[in-house]
């Protein structure tokens, strides 16, 4: 009976008469506020939030110096379009974007609104850069929905029956050390892995067709899989030898969460091309495409953009968010955050070999789970009773991996040190009651 209801599952009944069945459900947790890195469901419960909306409230859900630009903005103009009419916020957000990302000594912006969409733009400027079609992608690449970006994305439930998909793209194996290494040494491994880059050129595409290889420096929803640092060094040589765009997808490891503005500032490798969203608006729907101006300009006007391309709202939401980030110092924070999540992980491994791996950068990190400690077997089972049981406890989580057997992360930055230990205490007490 409906009238025994609480209000969330109301609400959760309501969503599930009108919304269509395609739109995924991760968890049953709902919001009527949030703050900081607490979410208030539609019964006035406290949730402890360690899923970020999918890694975009870094600076904290509703930050009050955002919540006050954007109804700064709100109140002079909502849109003109910045094709038909040029405004001030799309500007500045460009020339802070690269100040705090410079792709070499002249770098160039442009706005969009999703990660997706910043994605395909990216592919784009990359193919007119080049004059060439073919697009390299990796296994467990997360790349967006949008036919491109869903082309490029590796995991399989995310495109069933949505083909034909985008022509001349092709997959490497992406270097996972703690899946695939076996016996080798890192070392070994990635030279193993660099050799087959190198083989490409010669059985899996012409090489001289190749317009951008484009890669997650440290997979988002793969399972916060870090490249190696000698990878991406061979990868960037690769790419200057072929005359190749190197695009990095920061999109979920951009802004504060590995400790730097973009995880490729951590490796000191550099792109030709790098895509951004989510944290950078604290929520607002807006995200950047920064690259090397002369890769930039190579698009013809008119070839990349589209109606909301930056909208103002969003751009001064990204600007406060920015400057706001700056103020706290959140990418120390992110150090500081990551590295009492990985103490604690770590020392609970030790105990529990059903925790296979304990892996990330800064405040990105991952658990992975296994079975019979062995890295090819993934338990996705134990995995998804730790999620739920936490969501019953209080604390909201993600999984993530092609065989969804990882806990991300992604808790905001700004989450107090009390609130951190509580929410680590209820997983940590989920996965030995889900081990023993």
């Known amino acids: 009976m409906k009238e025994n209801l609480n209000e969330s599952q109301k609400l959760l009944i309501r969503r599930r008469d009108v919304v269509a069945n395609g739109v995924g459900v991760f968890n049953d947790a709902t919001v009527k506020e949030a703050k900081g890195a ?4 539609a019964d006035g419960r406290e949730l402890i939030d360690f899923a970020g909306g999918i890694g975009v409230v870094n600076a904290g859900h509703c930050p009050e110096p955002v919540v006050a630009a954007i109804t700064e903005q709100a109140k002079k103009f909502l849109h003109t379009s910045f094709n038909v009419v040029t405004y001030e916020p799309y500007i500045e957000l460009c020339e802070e974007l690269i100040k705090i990302l410079p792709h070499g000594k002249d770098t160039k912006a442009m706005l969009v609104s999703t990660g997706a969409e910043a994605v395909e733009n990216a592919i784009k400027i990359a193919r007119q850069a080049t004059k060439r079609p073919a697009v390299i992608c990796y296994s467990g690449a997360y790349h967006g929905r949008t036919m491109m970006a869903m082309t490029l994305t590796s995991k399989i439930s995310y495109k069933y029956n949505c083909g034909p998909y985008a022509p001349e793209v092709y997959r490497l194996p992406f270097p996972n050390v703690y899946r695939y290494k076996g016996s080798r040494d890192e070392e070994t491994f990635v030279k193993d892995e660099l050799k087959k880059l190198h083989e490409s050129a010669l059985n899996l595409v012409d090489i001289k067709s190749v317009a951008a290889i484009i890669v ?8 916060f899989n870090p490249i190696p640092q000698k990878y991406l060094e061979g990868l960037r040589a690769f790419c200057d030898e072929h005359g190749i765009v190197l695009i990095m997808d920061e999109v979920q490891s951009g802004f504060c969460r590995t400790g730097h503005w973009a995880s490729w500032q951590h490796y000191g490798v550099q792109p030709d091309i790098s895509t951004y969203a989510k944290s950078m608006g604290s929520g607002l729907p807006i995200a950047a495409v920064v690259g090397k101006a002369s890769v930039m300009d190579a698009a013809a006007p008119g070839t990349i953009g589209g109606t909301y391309i930056g909208n103002p709202v969003c751009c001064a939401a990204a600007l406060a968010t920015i ?10 924070k992110a150090v500081e955050v990551g590295g009492i999540i990985r103490s604690r992980l770590e020392n609970l491994m030790k105990t529990r070999p059903e925790i296979g791996d304990v892996r990330g950068i800064g405040a990105m990190i991952a658990i992975e789970f296994v079975k019979n400690n062995d890295p090819t077997l993934p338990d996705a089972e134990i995995c998804s009773k730790i999620v739920t049981g936490c969501m019953e406890n209080g604390l909201i989580m993600l999984s993530a991996g092609t065989h969804k057997n990882i806990i991300r992360i992604l808790s905001p930055l700004v989450i107090t040190q009390q609130q951190l230990e509580k929410g680590m205490s209820i997983l940590e007490q989920e996965i030995i009651k889900e081990t023993k």
């Open 216 to 223: 997650e420096p440290i997979q988002g929803e793969g399972g």
């Open 323 to 332: 400057k706001y980030m700056k103020e706290i110092n959140l990418n120390q």
């Open 38 to 41: 607490i979410i208030i469901d």
